[in-house]
Nanobody
Framework: QVQLVESGGGLVQTGGSLRLSCTAS????????MGWFRQAPGKQRELAAQ???????TYADSVKGRFTISRDNAKNAVYLQMNSLKPEDTAVYYC???????????????WGQGTQVTVSS
């Protein structure tokens, strides 16, 4: 069964940096896209950044120029480097991936358990 495991959240001051990591494992045929969503208290979950298997990236306007997404296809891993963090970046960050698994042999959405990022003012 496909699992996504995240690490790297925490507490940081305004202007600081954090790096999130996520590794996918378990019956993977191929990974189409990997990315990060975030959900702040009282708000809907939103896409922060995503990267395709070919390396095409997409960012939310609110993080452009501050966040950088990258992936290591050999390790089935995705990373989010977050710089110049602001209090409004405070949220639970969820790793997300579209994966073709041996179980289904078709693309499906998979989610990590979430990691808290808190930016203090």
């Amino acid at each position: 069964q496909v699992q996504l495991v995240e690490s790297g959240g925490g507490l940081v001051q305004t202007g600081g940096s954090l790096r999130l990591s996520c590794t996918a494992s378990g019956g993977i045929v191929s990974i189409v896209t990997m990315g990060w969503f975030r959900q702040a208290p009282g708000k809907q979950r939103e896409l922060a950044a995503q990267i395709t298997s070919g390396g095409t990236t997409t960012y939310a306007d609110s993080v452009k120029g501050r966040f950088t997404i990258s992936r290591d296809n050999a390790k089935n891993a995705v990373y989010l480097q977050m710089n110049s963090l602001k209090p409004e970046d405070t949220a639970v960050y969820y790793c997300w991936s579209i994966v073709v698994s041996y179980t289904t042999l078709r693309p499906g959405d998979y989610w990590g358990q979430g990691t808290q990022v808190t930016v203090s003012s």
